[in-house]
Every structure is written in structure tokens, then in C-alpha cells.
């Protein structure tokens, strides 16, 4: 099994359950913020990359940045061969504050964003042994045979107890409005930009009810449907 994509409601603990199931199967781990942390690196000027090729990098988020910031063994960026220019478009976009607030200008005004998106999470694809979380994996890859896709959903009394934890919203109500926006905009996302429905079960191989199952039995789904998956 290559690659395992998981979407999420918020409030599902999804990006946990990812995690978790990333560390049962050994593969890496890949979620909005660290696609978001390496294109911000990729935005400063050439001669400050030593210093982040000098810091301490996981082995994935290496990967990444060879993908998009120059070398001195690789000078010209291979994103170049993606049509952007450096510095590239999609750092502006990045740029502009939180990837998830800003998500539908990123993914509907950023064309090169979206390919830049795109490329990654195919190159990705080709690495192996990944799990992406978000950013429209389900859509991306949603033909390739060797890709798990998986959501996380939960009952919305226990989404805004989630929300209520993590978020600390000031009361209830608003704890069920940002969930309420946040489906609006994922499912806004998806459809303006692949013409799917985010909502759909059949765009996934499991869907994990985490109301109804711990986080290490959810990531223990994952792993077993990863290894049946494997041996079909």
C-alpha cells in the first residue's frame, strides 16, 4: 500500500487518528501544516535556504523541500518544471495567514497553488508508505489503485465537545458554527475545484465513526483495511 488519505470533519479527531495510525504502519505523516511550513521556506531569498538545509529535518518534510527550494547541487527547483516561477506564486498565497481560514482563496484565486498542490501530493504518491490528511487527497488520487482513502466522521454532540476542547470557543453555539462553516468550506472546496461531493462515501474505501470507536481502535481500522487493501 502506498499512500493512505485521510479527510476529516473537524471536531473527528481525524488528524489524530492519522497520526496515531501513521506510527502503528511506520509511514510518514503529512498534514496541512507541514506542506504550509516548507512553502513558507520556500518564499526566502536563496542564500538564507542553508540554513534551513543546516536544521534538523524529518525525512518527509526533506523530501518536500527538495521539491520546491534550489540546491546547490540542484539550482534550478524542479517546481520550476511545474510552471511556477521562484520565488514561487503559491508563497504568497501561503503566506497570507492560516491555510484552512484562507482555504478558498488559496484553492479557487491560486491556480498555481493548487498545482503546486497537486505535484506534491503526486510526488508523494511516488515516495511511498505516506499518509496525507486534507487537502483534497481523496480527489487527487482518487484513481489510484494502490491509495487508501478514508474519512472520519461524529455524531455533533460530540464534534462540539471536541471543538469545545480544542478550540476553546466561548460557548456552544459557536463551537457548532465553526463546525458548521468549516463543513460549508471543505465541502465548497472540493466541489469548486474536482466537481465532487465531499460528503460522498462512495469517494472513500472507510469511513470511521470516531464517535463510536477509541482513537487507537480507529487507527487500528486504517491499518488493517491498509493490510487487507495490500493483499488484494
Not at 506564486?89 to 484552512?100: F, H, N
Request: net charge neutral; charged share 30%; hydrophobic share 40%.
Amino acid at each position: 500500500m502506498a499512500v493512505v488519505t485521510v479527510s476529516r470533519q473537524l471536531g473527528s479527531i481525524g488528524d489524530f487518528v492519522a497520526c496515531r495510525a501513521s506510527e502503528v504502519l511506520s509511514y510518514d505523516f503529512v498534514d496541512k501544516d507541514l506542506i504550509t511550513e516548507v512553502a513558507r521556506e520556500a518564499n526566502v531569498p536563496e542564500s538564507e535556504v542553508e540554513k534551513f538545509d543546516e536544521q534538523a529535518q524529518s525525512a518527509v518534510k526533506r523530501f518536500i523541500h527538495s521539491l520546491i527550494v534550489p540546491s546547490r547541487s540542484a539550482p534550478t527547483p524542479p517546481a520550476m518544471l511545474w510552471g511556477l516561477e521562484f520565488p514561487y506564486e503559491v508563497s504568497a498565497a501561503l503566506l497570507a495567514g492560516d491555510a484552512t481560514v484562507n482555504e478558498e482563496e488559496h484553492l479557487l484565486d491560486q491556480r498555481d497553488y493548487l498545482r503546486f498542490l497537486q505535484a506534491t501530493v503526486h510526488r508523494l504518491r511516488k515516495r511511498d508508505r505516506v499518509i496525507i490528511v486534507g487537502r483534497g487527497g481523496q480527489a487527487i488520487l482518487r484513481d489510484d489503485p494502490n491509495t487508501l482513502h478514508v474519512r472520519t466522521v461524529a455524531p455533533l454532540e460530540r464534534r462540539i465537545q471536541v471543538v469545545m476542547e480544542r478550540l476553546k470557543p466561548s460557548n456552544r453555539k459557536e463551537a457548532g458554527e465553526l463546525i458548521q462553516k468549516s463543513d460549508r468550506r471543505r465541502a465548497a472546496y472540493l466541489k469548486d475545484n474536482y466537481r465532487i461531493s465531499w460528503d460522498d462515501p462512495a469517494l472513500y474505501h472507510v469511513v470511521v465513526n470516531t464517535g463510536r470507536t477509541s482513537l487507537e481502535s480507529a487507527a487500528r481500522i486504517i491499518q488493517r483495511a491498509v493490510n487487507a487493501l495490500g493483499r488484494a
